[in-house]
Antibody
């Protein structure tokens, strides 16, 4: 069955860095685009970043542009999010999500369990 | 900057029908925004319900349906059940590699 398992969260000081990982299984990883979506405590969902199936195209929300980098290693079935210059408002559960594979669809078709990032001094 | 709007809360009686909506602060929602809908219970990952306005995701019962109503996207739940009590989020593809979620609707079944 499809699985996306996020890890790497923790407590980090403002201005610090952290790298999240998402291990995928149960599907052909290099056929799918992938997203990171976050949810601040008690708040709604916020799209963070997208990477194309082959890693050649990335998009970012304005709130993280220039600070976060999404990447993937198709040989390891893994997705990453390198976060730097972290701010308290980046505190959230970070979910990895699979992009729908059908042509001309723009949605998140499967979600993994998230990992909590807390930015605090 | 365009914001995606949802009702903060809604309630429905067991067995009843409820329609949640998803709009834009500027302009009308159309199929060109590829609206999608997600269900989330506390502490859990979201579950995909509807994509591309009205296509049900695999395994989603047909009492969940999506549509465009007027100038908004809509999620209709018919025959509401107790375990439909959840938060519901819509998302839109704004083009140019940008996705935006609505603020979510907390649905109570009572």
């Amino acid at each position: 069955q499809v699985q996306l398992v996020a890890s790497g969260g923790g407590v980090v000081q403002p201005g610090g860095s952290l790298r999240l990982s998402c291990a995928a299984s149960g599907f052909t990883f290099n056929n799918y685009g992938l997203h990171w979506v976050r949810q601040a405590p008690g708040k709604g969902l916020e799209w963070v970043a997208f990477i194309r199936f082959d890693g050649t195209l990335t998009y970012y929300a304005d709130s993280v542009k220039g600070r976060f980098t999404i990447s993937r290693d198709n040989s390891k079935n893994s997705l990453y999010l390198q976060m730097s210059s972290l701010r308290p408002e980046d505190t959230a559960v970070y979910f990895c999500a699979r992009h729908g594979v059908a042509a001309a669809t723009y949605y998140f078709d499967f979600w993994g369990q998230g990992t909590l990032v807390t930015v605090s001094s | 900057q365009t914001v995606v709007t949802q009702e903060p809360s809604f309630s429905v009686s067991p067995g009843g029908t409820v329609t949640l909506t998803c709009g834009l602060t500027s302009g009308s929602v159309s199929t060109n925004y590829y609206p999608s809908w997600y269900q989330q219970t506390p502490g859990q990952a979201p579950r995909t319900l509807i994509y591309s306005t009205n296509t049900r995701s695999s395994g989603v019962p047909d009492r969940f349906s999506g549509s465009i109503l007027g100038n908004k996207a809509a999620l209709t739940i018919t025959g509401a059940q107790a375990d439909d009590e959840s938060d519901y989020y819509c998302a839109m593809y704004m083009g140019s590699g940008v996705w935006v979620f609505g603020g979510g609707t907390k649905l109570t079944v009572l």
